[in-house]
């Protein structure tokens, strides 16, 4: 089935960007989009199998998914990185994603939108008591960082000093757009919000090294998998969507 689509920017007047009511930026010559699940009878079987592989941390072991970083490859290679866009969403915005992460690690950064991307977790940010929902993910983020220190031996590429995810990801900043009342991606915003509040408790570099991974991501590298966590994102410009309401947050 057809999950994805390049759309070519073709002005009608050739003329339009040096126009005074023209857009200060100009628009990309490419976007590329790639849709959500769709439950229809001849799309569900693959997209239900790729959302249960995004959860299992296998996206990239995908055909989908490799068709997809192919294409964006193959755009860029033929317009350059600066005249392309991707963009996705729900499970679309989990392939924009892992697209845009995987064009950044070989330095190629690319401007990716990403609309209700998916989160591999427990929607903890649904939880009304406050107290609960940061007990809840400083538990998290201790387990996972203490599972990691003790995987390190096994999973020996990733404990070497020369591979660092975060830092390799640090200058691509994709943009996300969130509803919070969604429980598939709400979690995005406490996954920034609690990072801020642990850097402030002074647990920044144990909140550094449980952002890196999942216990789903720890397991599939003691495993040869690989072992990233698919909501891995050092920087972000996160719009959160309400009815009637728009807020803009820039979270680092």
């Not at 002005?11 to 040096?18: K, Q, V």
Request: glycine letters at 8%; hydrophobic letters at 40%; a positive charge.
């Amino acid at each position: 089935s057809i999950f994805g689509a390049i759309f070519e920017y073709k002005p009608y007047n050739p003329n339009y960007l040096g126009h005074p009511m023209a857009p200060q930026q100009a628009p990309p010559r490419y976007v590329i989009a790639f849709r959500g699940t769709i439950t229809k009878p001849d799309t569900r079987k693959r997209d239900l199998d790729l959302d249960v592989q995004f959860v299992l941390n296998g996206l990239t072991r995908n055909t989908r998914y490799q068709t997809a970083l192919q294409a964006v490859q193959g755009v860029i290679t033929q317009v350059g990185p600066a005249n392309v866009w991707v963009a996705g969403h729900s499970l679309g915005a989990a392939i924009a994603l892992q697209a845009g992460k995987d064009m950044a690690k070989s330095g190629c950064h690319i401007e990716t939108y990403l609309f209700n991307p998916p989160y591999a977790s427990v929607p903890i940010e649904k939880l009304k008591d406050p107290y609960l929902k940061n007990g809840i993910r400083i538990a998290s983020s201790l387990a996972t960082a203490g599972l990691s220190f003790l995987t390190k031996g096994i999973r020996k590429n990733w404990s070497s000093q020369q591979y660092d995810p975060f830092k390799i990801l640090c200058s691509w900043i994709p943009y996300l757009f969130v509803n919070p009342k969604d429980p598939v991606c709400c979690e995005y915003i406490g996954y920034f919000e609690h990072r801020e509040k642990m850097e402030a408790l002074g647990f920044g570099g144990i909140e550094r090294i449980a952002t890196k991974d999942s216990i789903i991501s720890l397991l599939s590298g003691t495993l040869g998998r690989d072992g990233e966590a698919p909501h891995l994102i050092p920087s972000g410009f996160l719009t959160k969507n309400m009815v009637g309401i728009e807020q803009d947050l820039k979270l680092a």
